[in-house]
């Protein structure tokens, strides 16, 4: 079932085909969701070539790398952002993301990204997508 539901997902992150997401695309949050939405939301663990495919397929992906400024200076995934997950302005930068996009979140080893995923569904995001083993897995992985 579990694994029906991650290739829902994945599908769908793959048909959005156009820049913006389309109002039939979005899921709805709003400041009225409830608590009890918020808990329903998903957070996906993805080896590196499924994380791969997810970030290529999405049109707009909302890439976030929650790393220190000093090791993304090492390298990073083309088009992440970096929102330190150390930084007091970590929850005014998620802040300024969609919250009715996926986020696809990554750090070094997956320890931090996790807390990261966490803070991103305790603030509204419904679809979070998280790189297995962090950017290290990514590079071993040859990306």
């Known amino acids: ?4 539901f991650l290739l829902l997902l994945l599908l769908t992150c793959g048909l959005q085909s156009c ?8 899921i709805p949050v709003t400041e009225k969701t409830t608590a009890t939405e918020i808990k329903k939301a998903v957070a996906v663990l993805l080896s590196p070539s499924d994380y791969s495919a997810a970030i290529t ?3 707009k992906p909302q890439l976030i790398d929650v790393r220190t400024p000093e090791e993304v200076s090492q390298g990073k ?6 929102y330190d997950i150390n930084n007091p302005d970590f929850g005014e930068n998620i ?3 969609d919250r009715s996009r ?3 979140v990554y750090c070094a080893s997956g320890k931090r990204s996790a807390r990261a995923t966490e803070l991103l ?5 419904l679809v979070v997508y998280d790189l297995r083993g962090g950017y290290n897995a990514w590079i071993e992985a040859g990306y």
């Open 57 to 59: 397929a999405a049109s």
């Open 77 to 82: 995934i083309d088009k992440a952002t970096n």
């Open 1 to 4: 079932m579990s694994r029906l």
């Open 19 to 26: 820049n913006q997401a389309t109002e039939s695309e979005k």
């Open 102 to 104: 996926p986020v696809y």
């Open 95 to 97: 802040d300024k993301l």
């Open 121 to 125: 569904k305790q603030s509204g995001f």
